[in-house]
């Protein structure tokens, strides 16, 4: 039998499932009555514009929700990163109690879920000019997602915070505020340097790391957090940039791996969001070839150690589909890698996840596939949905029992489908997006410039 058949039947009905990386597109009411009254006619609000379109305003900035960031239930025709509308997107995108039961048709019993119109790690918060009313907003926001997100459904989330990386004073202490409140991840960017401030490598951040490493917060790095996109040229194919981007976290795993960080803070992790898991055991080999035939000269020093043995103590590696990966899993080490669902965006596996994910776990024992699909999630970010239901309720076919009511598409088309005339380009979809970030980028990119002469 050829080693990527499986060896035995799955059935997904029995699979127990987290997903640690999924995403929240925040309803219009979150921060209703949760800033001091000096600020509270200046926290982000949604708008309806001229345009017909409904965009978060803040500080006068105007911010969409994307299209391909709230697609689940959409047909694929449908795809972009136009702005829209909340009666266009699914309502387990922004409601919490539709979102469990999207949840429950999808098999998922707990998931980790990054923000939206903040961006990844705050750029929309870092960047406000007025710095006080910025840390305000974030903490109010931190504390919806803890209190009316995750707080909804105990036993359903793994909260998340944002952090204000504009100062790593400021990191640490909502790092330690939020700990209290029983958060046990971050989110952060996977190159800091790209968003204007100082590398991982610099001490600018110990701070920061001394408070992850004390209370054992996991640092979560998504792709695109770094608010850039892995792509050789503007002019490639749009898909170029989707096939490339999850590779951008292998980057981010060599940086941090030969940094001094990993060195002086013992007791770091950090979650590689959304960057799949085949690329690892390559990079894996490399570094301790170049290790054994460099570390001299270089004055590299893991402690006595290989650096794969040290990448295994602080990454954990995570994937939404990835059969190479999993036919690799002991050059991995199993007990480092989660599952990832990735509702509502377009690469998302819902509503069947359980049926893609069982195709590729047949060669696997029972210890290992309860390792990747909860047990991992369950023990690195401290987290325990048993105290509130019984494995046997949190299997994929209980809960879908519990959600034969739920509709999950794919919804019906609102207009007829108009093909491209030729593959989009990255030059095309930074002319449609609308978002301050991303207006930056296509400027730098010359974008704004022949929209301008065109």
Not at 224 to 251: C, I, R, W
Not at 329 to 351: A, F, K, N, Q, R
Request: proline share 8%; hydrophobic share 40%; glycine share 6%.
């Amino acid at each position: 039998m050829p080693d990527n058949e499986p060896r035995t039947t799955v059935n997904p009905d029995d699979l127990i499932i987290i997903s640690v990386d999924d995403h929240v597109v925040e309803p219009p009411d979150m921060f209703e009555g949760r800033l001091p009254s000096k600020y509270a006619d200046r926290a982000p609000r949604v708008i309806e514009n001229e345009a017909g379109r409904e965009m978060w305003l803040f500080e006068g900035t105007e911010i969409p929700n994307f299209g391909l960031n709230a697609v689940s239930g959409r047909p694929q025709e449908e795809y972009g990163i136009e702005p829209t509308r909340f009666d266009e997107i699914r309502e387990g995108c922004w409601n919490v109690d539709a979102r469990v039961d999207d949840m429950n048709a999808g098999g998922v019993l707990a998931s980790l879920n990054f923000p939206s119109f903040p961006q990844f790690c705050g750029q929309i918060f870092a960047n406000t000019e007025d710095k006080d009313l910025a840390l305000v907003v974030l903490q109010a926001y931190n504390d919806w997602h803890v209190e009316e997100w995750a707080g909804a459904h105990p036993g359903r989330f793994i909260p998340l915070a944002v952090i204000p990386y504009w100062d790593p004073e400021l990191m640490a202490a909502e790092v330690r505020r939020v700990h209290a409140k029983g958060v046990r991840a971050v989110t952060w960017s996977e190159n800091p340097e790209k968003l204007g401030v100082p590398s991982f490598h610099n001490e600018h951040w110990d701070p920061f790391w001394k408070a992850c490493d004390e209370l054992g917060m996991v640092i979560c790095l998504h792709i695109g957090s770094s608010s850039a996109v892995k792509l050789p040229s503007v002019e490639a194919p749009f898909t170029t940039m989707m096939n490339l981007q999850p590779t951008a976290v292998m980057d981010t795993a060599a940086d941090l791996l030969w940094s001094r960080v990993i060195r002086e803070y013992p007791n770091i992790r950090f979650a590689l969001s959304e960057g799949s898991i085949g690329w690892i055991p390559y990079l894996l080999e490399r570094a301790d070839y170049v290790f054994e035939h460099h570390s001299r000269w270089t004055g590299s020093d893991f402690g006595g150690k290989l650096p794969s043995e040290v990448f295994r103590e602080h990454f954990l590696a995570c994937f939404i589909e990835d059969a190479a990966g999993l036919r690799l899993l002991d050059l991995i080490g199993s007990d480092i890698v989660c599952l990832e669902v990735d509702y509502p965006h377009s690469d998302s596996t819902w509503p069947h996840s359980p049926e893609r994910l069982a195709r590729h776990l047949g060669h696997l024992d029972a210890d290992t596939i309860a390792a990747i699909t909860h047990r991992n999630a369950m023990r690195h970010f401290d987290f325990d949905p048993f105290a509130h239901r019984s494995p046997e309720e949190s299997t994929v076919g209980a809960l879908r029992a519990q959600a034969t009511h739920v509709d999950v598409g794919p919804a019906e088309p609102r207009k007829p489908f108009v093909p491209p005339e030729r593959p989009l380009t990255l030059m095309d979809m930074l002319t449609k997006a609308e978002h301050p970030l991303l207006d930056e980028q296509a400027k730098a990119e010359g974008v704004a410039e022949e929209e301008e002469v065109a």
